[in-house]
């Protein structure tokens, strides 16, 4: 068993505790929480006492690319396009070995920050084995691209290839889903072909959307330039006079559950489409910024009623991976960040009933924070993923 008391425990769905404490069970779950004299002893298991810091749940990072840490700082192209072009010669050029290495350095300093849920996108499926071997959670959306038409079924394929081969890897704690890339990556023929498949195989689905404005008038006009480097290939553009969330939910990829990533260049229709589909969206602001994508309409989608949870996007991108500081560059602090990086983060990923909260019955996925808010990026004391010390400073 395991105990753990803090100068404040912060259940997220229920009042703060002052001189809290949390029992956790031989199987890695909330036995117990309430004041430090409610909470029975540890019986043969261990106690940590933090008197000054505070105790809640892990956090939930709901945009990583963790098999992307090996290229901080790798990448200085400003124009959005031509920053995914060298993206794709980085990767092409890094052995699968290293692919694995960046995948367990991500996830450990998640962990450091106190994040014990990832959802990655990806396409080397190394985050999925390395949650799997590290006993971390998280679900994984394994990427696949095709923007030709004519070599959709080649793509799709090699998607039900690689989902055979991480499905060993699957648990309690790990889930796979698929993600077509983006708009400019992906052709119509694939997006359909992939939500058959995620149908099918019951595939939670993510996808990048709305991020850029050149992904805006590739879908738009078909012009500008992600276009011009489709018809480089010779792949003919068609203009589809929509925006990109009202092309995808025309192709039925936004559906319940599906993480829509970024959205930034939404319309108040937009975010009707959004609703009325029941997708999620992962805001990552420091990211948008960092590429010049603008800002996504944050307040907007929650008051529409738009399940909305903050991410970090890649080391590529953020300079770390803070989502305290995720959270400061979208306005939120204190209880209101907790509640975002929690229970919201859980929700959005449809795993509410198991993590974001600290109640009993649920997974002990927890961490020990110095304090709520802090100036930087700030490495919690204590980290727990279903029970189990993760990390600990």
């Known amino acids: 068993m395991l105990r753990i008391r803090a100068g404040t425990v912060y259940p997220v769905t229920a009042p703060p505790i002052p001189d809290g404490a949390v029992l956790v069970d031989d199987a890695g779950r909330i036995a117990a929480v ?5 909470v029975p002893a540890a019986a043969g298991g261990t106690a940590f006492e933090f008197p000054g810091a505070a105790l809640v749940p892990g956090l939930v990072n709901l945009h990583t690319h963790l098999e992307l840490t090996h290229l901080a700082g790798q990448n200085a ?3 959005f396009p031509r920053w995914i072009r060298r993206i794709r010669e980085l990767k092409d050029a890094t052995a699968p070995e290293a692919f694995l290495a960046a995948a367990e ?19 080397t499926g190394a985050t999925c084995e390395v949650l799997a071997r590290l006993g971390g959670r998280g679900l994984v959306y394994h990427e696949v691209f095709g923007p030709d038409p004519a070599r959709a079924a080649e793509s799709l394929g090699q998607l039900q290839r690689d989902v055979d081969r991480l499905r060993p890897f699957q648990s309690g704690q790990v889930r796979l889903g698929v993600s077509p890339h983006a708009p400019y990556t992906v052709s119509a023929i694939l997006y359909r072909g992939v939500v058959g498949l995620a149908i099918q195989q019951q595939l939670p689905l993510a996808v990048h959307l709305a991020e850029s404005p050149a992904e805006t008038a590739l879908v738009r006009e078909g012009e500008g330039p992600f276009a011009e480097a489709l018809r480089r290939r010779g792949i003919v553009i068609e203009p589809r006079h929509t925006t990109p969330v009202r092309y995808l939910a025309g192709l039925g990829v936004l559906r319940p559950g599906t993480l829509a990533i970024h959205c930034v260049q939404v319309d108040a229709e937009d975010i009707a489409v959004l609703r009325t589909t029941g997708a999620t969206v992962a805001h990552c602001p420091r990211s948008n910024r960092a590429h010049g994508h603008g800002t996504a309409p944050l307040a907007a989608l929650r008051q529409a009623g738009v399940p909305v949870a903050l991410g970090t996007d890649s080391a590529v991108s953020v300079p770390d991976l803070s989502l305290w500081s995720e959270a400061g ?10 509640r975002m990086l929690t229970i919201e983060g859980a929700r959005a990923l449809g795993w509410a009933d198991e993590i974001g909260s600290l109640e009993v019955g649920k997974a002990a996925d927890l961490a020990v924070l110095t304090h709520l808010d802090p100036p930087r990026p700030t490495s919690a004391v204590l980290t727990v993923v279903n029970g189990r010390i993760v990390h600990q400073a």
Not at 34 to 38: F, K, N, P, V
Not at 105 to 123: D, K, P, Y
Request: hydrophobic share 30%.
């Open 329 to 338: 560059a979208a306005g939120l602090a204190g209880e209101e960040a907790l």
């Open 77 to 79: 192209e400003p124009e």
């Open 34 to 38: 309430g004041t430090d004299r409610e």
């Open 105 to 123: 350095q991500g996830l450990r300093e998640c962990w450091r920050l106190g994040v014990t849920t990832i959802a990655e996108t990806g396409s």
